[in-house]
């Protein structure tokens, strides 16, 4: 199962989002969509997992969560928004994420591209940085990796340049 991760896309479409993401199974948006429009156009590309962040309004609320547990191959996957990263977790997320003990922490929020292993929950931590134009962030970004029964492998950062 190949997956395209983005997050933070306050509302920017970019058309490069749809040839990056040609040959996966699955999108996956961290949240802080912007607009419906957005979210429309990549569900109407691929399968979309999505949770909202904390700049959607109420249309996008209504129709995605804050936070999301989830079965891809073997691996369970939690996605929400403001997660933090290993060591430093937001506290809204920190409960949940050890009671569930996924395999796989997806987050956005702080526009920040990060991979890192946590080996307390033994949990690999992704935050795809932000794809949209709004934010201090310096380079748009997007992720790609594999997903094969318990494995995650082969795991791409996408510059799409400077915001």
Request: some cysteine; overall charge negative; charged content about 25%.
């Amino acid at each position: 199962m190949k997956i395209g991760l983005l997050s933070d896309t306050h509302g920017y479409w970019d058309k490069r989002y749809l040839e990056h993401f040609k040959d996966c199974d699955e999108i996956w948006h961290a949240g802080d969509i912007g607009s419906v429009d957005v979210i429309d156009q990549l569900t109407a590309f691929k399968p979309v997992r999505a949770v909202y962040g904390n700049i959607d309004g109420q249309d996008i609320r209504l129709e995605y969560s804050k936070t999301i547990l989830f079965m891809a191959e073997k691996v369970k996957v939690l996605l929400t928004h403001i997660g933090g990263y290993p060591g430093r977790y937001a506290p809204e997320i920190r409960k949940e994420l050890y009671e569930t003990r996924p395999g796989l922490f997806i987050c956005g929020h702080s526009h920040i591209l990060k991979v890192q292993f946590d080996a307390s929950l033994h949990c690999l931590h992704i935050n795809p940085g932000a794809a949209g134009i709004s934010g201090f962030h310096q380079v748009r970004t997007l992720v790609r990796f594999v997903i094969e029964g318990e494995n995650i492998h082969d795991l791409e950062v996408i510059e799409l340049g400077h915001r």
